[in-house]
Nanobody
């Protein structure tokens, strides 16, 4: 049974920073790409960032490029999302997910396992 548990969300002001974490268990974490997605109220879940199995490549949504950084620690079976210069439009539930392959996929359908999400709220 694969488990992904996000943490680090909260309420912050515009311009602040947050770091999300996603701890995984139950499978060979270091062999798979990982990603972060988010879903705002009334909107579809959207891609935020992804990282390949060894951290060698990553991808970002245009809306977060230059502000967010994804990373992973394979010794700790954990990925991170450092979010800087947060904006009110970043408000959403953030989900981490494990890909079906080793790449830094931007395609939601490539992700098989999902966490329960962590709420990020950015006030103006």
């Amino acid at each position: 049974q694969v488990q992904l548990v996000e943490s680090g969300g909260g309420l912050v002001q515009a311009g602040d920073s947050l770091r999300l974490s996603c701890a995984t268990s139950g499978r060979q974490f270091s062999a798979n790409g990982m990603g972060w997605f988010r879903q705002a109220p009334g909107k579809e879940r959207e891609f935020v960032a992804s990282i390949s199995y060894n951290g060698g490549s990553s991808n970002y949504a245009d809306s977060v490029k230059g502000r967010f950084t994804i990373s992973r620690d394979n010794d700790k079976n954990t990925i991170y999302l450092q979010m800087n210069s947060l904006k009110p439009e970043d408000t959403a539930v953030y989900y981490c997910a494990s890909s079906t392959n080793s790449e830094a996929s931007m395609v939601r359908a490539r992700y098989r396992y999902w966490g329960q999400g962590t709420q990020v709220t950015v006030s103006s």
